[in-house]
């Protein structure tokens, strides 16, 4: 079975303040693949970013930056010079390969305060 | 635009009734999903649907039901049966069935028995 933790269950910053929500996750599959969902006050969830377990490389996008891990199993999520609009809920999921089903862990409530 | 979207928004009802959220996606996905949300508990699976006709429990089926008639609707009944239902539901589709397809999710609705 998979697990995905999100020990993190709410994190409290001050705008501009670099933040990192951490992922760590369990599968005993070769093939994965790791998602990163936003879910604003508005409650629809947004897709961020996926990875797949054979692609360890580090993404970067304006602001926002991944680092995976096999070695640790974490899939961590930075946000650099955060701002007011980043206050979300956070969510990490892993689907294991053959199947269609994630498993979501719990959620990061950031809140970034002006 | 193409998206999903849920109705109603918000939704009260009495204990012993039974209710229907409705969710609809023109994006032409062929899977979709009822996820609950429940403060600190993240996502869990309640039904999914892969093709019309055809559905599976997820983790929280007891005290649901859904039917996929067309493959633009999956509308979600809570019974009477269902202990506690007050909270949030989120639809969410995705393309037909490949782990690396990330979910797409409608704005919920937030249920409320009284």
């Known amino acids: 079975a998979q697990k995905v933790t999100q020990a993190q269950t709410e994190i409290s910053v001050v705008e501009k303040e670099d933040v990192t929500l951490d992922c760590v996750y369990e599968?005993?599959?070769?093939?994965?693949?790791l998602f990163w969902y936003k879910q604003p006050p508005s409650g629809e969830l947004v897709f961020l970013i996926r990875?797949?377990?054979?692609?360890?490389q580090n993404e970067i996008s304006g602001r926002y930056s991944w680092n995976f891990q096999k070695s640790t199993s974490s899939f961590n999520f930075t946000i650099t010079a955060s701002q007011v609009v980043d206050s979300a809920v956070y969510f990490c999921?892993?689907?294991?390969?053959?199947?269609?089903?994630?498993?979501f862990g719990r959620g990061t409530s950031l809140i970034v305060h002006p | 635009d193409g998206g999903i979207t849920q109705s109603p928004k918000y939704l009260f009802r009495k204990e012993g009734q039974n209710v229907t959220l409705s969710c609809e996606q023109n994006?032409?996905?062929?899977?979709m999903y009822w996820y609950r949300q429940d403060p600190g508990q993240g996502l869990r699976l309640i039904y999914y649907?892969?093709?019309?006709?055809?559905?599976q429990k997820g983790d929280i089926a007891e005290g649901y039901s859904v039917s996929r008639e067309k493959k633009e609707s999956f509308p979600l009944t809570v019974t009477s049966a269902q202990k506690n239902p007050t909270a949030f539901y989120l639809c969410?589709?995705?393309?037909?069935?490949?782990?690396?397809?990330?979910?797409?999710f409608g704005p919920g609705t937030r249920l409320t028995v009284l």
């Open positions: 994006l032409n996905h062929d899977a």
């Open positions: 649907s892969q093709i019309v006709n055809d559905f």
């Open positions: 999921a892993l689907i294991k390969g053959g199947s269609y089903i994630p498993t």
């Open positions: 599968t005993r599959d070769t093939t994965y693949y």
């Open positions: 990875r797949n377990s054979f692609d360890e």
């Open positions: 969410a589709s995705s393309k037909a069935s490949g782990s690396y397809n990330e979910q797409f």
